[in-house]
């Protein structure tokens, strides 16, 4: 594997990933999928139930499996590895990881959102799809008559929050210390005059307690340590990860995400991001599959076009 020179290298197997390797295998062209395994937003999804065409509950590992297993049928390979860095100064790029490097054509990064590779929380992952969730338009119907708390800055939580009121019976809004409030006053206004809505300031999550699912969450907020009785804690908290693996390379938006056009280039020539790590406003499954069509389509484009005019010189 070491010296082949593939014409496109995926960094992430989620529904971005594996959309891209369909649409890319099935044009011919030869496949890398990295993925680091357990990690990903689908992998953690325990229910997912607005995939069109797929009924009943799937979790989403159910869904990773038949796309996974659809992308086998063109050839696309796969390898367990961290995602770490790119080597940019050749004709073409090189993808490092920690088992290997990969030599590529084109590139799709789709490795998801900042949470994946992000420190956890204690109690986060014990409690994830038990109460602990990063996305509220995902759960939000889960949490009918609950009392919730979302974490993160007040632009980031503002919509997530106003989305909860149409099922949860309370929600507590802990904004951390770097949130502006004059980023979207109105929402905010709106926001505190809702009865259902508490919010706190200066916040910073400790821990999230419960027994079988999130019965409380412990918090400092201002300073002092306050405990908080919550069924659903929705956490928007990550951003610092994908700073560090792309921010040399692409200009990210203000909460760490990669900037794309419409058509998934990123600022570097045969370099396309799609799905959750892109600056976009949904995060879904069925908004990472359109990404990643669009991205491999123009990926394909991309490799096409070279093959061309190294025919046409040579
Ligand atoms: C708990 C939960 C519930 C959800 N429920 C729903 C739902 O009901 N409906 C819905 O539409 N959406 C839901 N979502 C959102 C949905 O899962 C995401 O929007 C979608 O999975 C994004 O796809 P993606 O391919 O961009 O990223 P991901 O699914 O996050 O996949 C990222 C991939 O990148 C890989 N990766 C990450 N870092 C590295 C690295 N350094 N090196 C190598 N590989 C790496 C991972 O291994 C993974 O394969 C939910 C999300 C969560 C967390």
């Known amino acids: 594997m070491e010296n082949k020179i593939y014409d496109v290298v995926i960094i992430g197997a989620g529904p971005a990933g594996l959309t891209s390797a369909l649409y890319a295998g099935r044009s011919n062209l030869s496949v890398l999928v990295i993925e680091k395994p357990t990690v990903g937003s689908l992998l953690m999804a325990h229910k997912i139930e607005n995939y069109p065409g797929i009924q009943g509950s799937?979790?989403?590992?159910?869904?990773?499996?038949l796309m996974k297993e659809q992308t086998l049928k063109f050839n696309v390979e796969f390898v367990d590895a961290t995602f770490l860095g790119f080597d940019l100064l050749g004709e073409n790029k090189i993808v490092k990881t920690d088992k290997d490097n990969f030599t590529a054509k084109t590139i799709i990064i789709a490795s998801g959102w900042a949470k994946n590779g992000a420190k956890k929380l204690p109690g986060e992952e014990q409690y994830l799809g038990k109460g602990v969730s990063y996305c509220a338009t995902c759960d939000g119907a889960f949490t009918r008559n609950m009392s919730v708390s979302l974490f993160g800055k007040g632009k980031e939580i503002a919509e997530e929050a106003l989305f909860l009121t149409k099922y949860s019976k309370e929600i507590h809004m802990f904004l951390t210390e770097d949130s502006d409030e004059s980023e979207d006053k109105s929402l905010m206004e709106t926001l505190k005059a809702n009865e259902k809505i508490k919010m706190y300031y200066s916040s910073k999550l400790l821990e999230i307690k419960g027994e079988e699912f999130v019965e409380e969450v412990i918090a400092e907020v201002a300073g002092e340590k306050i405990n908080c009785k919550t069924q659903f804690a929705f956490l928007y908290l990550g951003t610092k990860s994908l700073k560090e693996l792309y921010g040399e390379i692409a200009p990210l938006d203000e909460s760490g995400y990669l900037i794309t056009d419409e058509a998934m280039h990123t600022s570097i020539e045969?370099?396309?991001?799609?799905?959750?790590?892109?600056?976009?406003?949904?995060?879904?499954?069925?908004?990472?599959?359109?990404?990643?069509?669009?991205a491999a389509l123009e990926a394909i484009k991309f490799v096409l076009k070279k093959q061309n005019l190294r025919a046409q010189y040579s």
């Open 58 to 65: 799937p979790t989403g590992k159910d869904i990773y499996n």
């Open 270 to 294: 045969g370099i396309f991001a799609a799905g959750d790590v892109r600056s976009k406003m949904i995060r879904q499954v069925t908004t990472a599959t359109s990404d990643g069509t669009i």
